[in-house]
């Protein structure tokens, strides 16, 4: 074998070593890369569970927003430190998503249109507080994090593959639903099948009873009443709904 093959033969087997080594340094930086995203989005779930932010998540629901930093100033200190605490956490959320830390989907899918109607009511009272404080660039992430959001909603609604309504097996008049009540998914039994079709209740919006104690109906598990009229003699039942369209999620007042 000659000198200029075995060089050739050393410099094709260097430039495969480096090849190699090029690949597995490139699927090493992508593994850790998925591995720390994953970490991330369990963590985000995580937070999402804690009651510390679903007390957060009900205190705005139901709080009157201030459209001022004068007024938001003028509350309680306890209360101020909620606003900026929530308002804080969805900045940090936005922040992640939009380094795609974490997918926009787990947001959609874990806190969906909250994030819209959360920014909606801090959106007055941001607007302000920019102005008078020169900081164009307060709460960015979080109105970046809504927008988004509301843009995917009205362009790709998603159907919640969750929407199930079955009949019960030896239960002629009762449907078991799985139901979206915007925080969890709950499963509910509903003495309807005499007069709805399952397939007719997929994707529709009901009114329901959410904090009762879960009861067992011909053995099947329920966490919750649906809300219906009584209708003639017979009691035919109506399921309460509403003209105009509603969030998944919002309460009954």
């Known amino acids: 074998m000659t000198t200029d093959i075995i060089t050739t033969i050393a410099n094709i087997a260097l430039a495969l070593s480096f090849i190699v080594g090029l690949i597995f340094g490139i699927v090493q930086v992508k593994t850790a890369a998925r591995d720390r995203r994953e970490r991330l989005t369990i963590q985000t779930l995580r937070e999402f569970q804690t009651r510390e932010f679903v007390e957060l998540m009900n205190y705005i629901n139901r709080y009157d927003m201030p459209s001022t930093r004068e007024a938001m100033l003028a509350l309680p200190d306890s209360e101020q430190v909620n606003l900026i605490q929530f308002a804080q956490e969805m900045e940090s959320l936005g922040i992640l998503v939009a380094e795609r830390l974490i997918n926009i989907d787990l947001v959609d899918k874990t ?143």
């Open 111 to 253: 806190l969906g249109s909250f994030v819209t109607t959360s920014w909606e009511k801090y959106k007055k009272m941001f607007l302000d507080v920019r102005e008078k404080q020169s900081d164009p660039f307060l709460g960015e992430y979080f109105q970046w994090l809504a927008e988004s959001i509301d843009k995917r909603m009205k362009e790709n609604p998603r159907k919640p593959f969750h929407e199930t309504a079955e009949r019960i097996v030896g239960a002629d008049k009762l449907l078991k639903l799985t139901v979206d009540i915007g925080t969890e998914i709950r499963q509910i039994c509903a003495g309807i099948a005499q007069f709805y079709e399952p397939d007719s209740l997929i994707g529709r919006k009901v009114a329901v009873v959410t904090n009762l104690a879960p009861r067992k109906l011909r053995g099947v598990e329920s966490n919750g009443m649906i809300i219906a009229a009584s209708v003639g003699p017979e009691g035919r039942p109506v399921l309460a709904g509403f003209p105009e369209d509603v969030e998944v999620g919002a309460r009954l007042k």
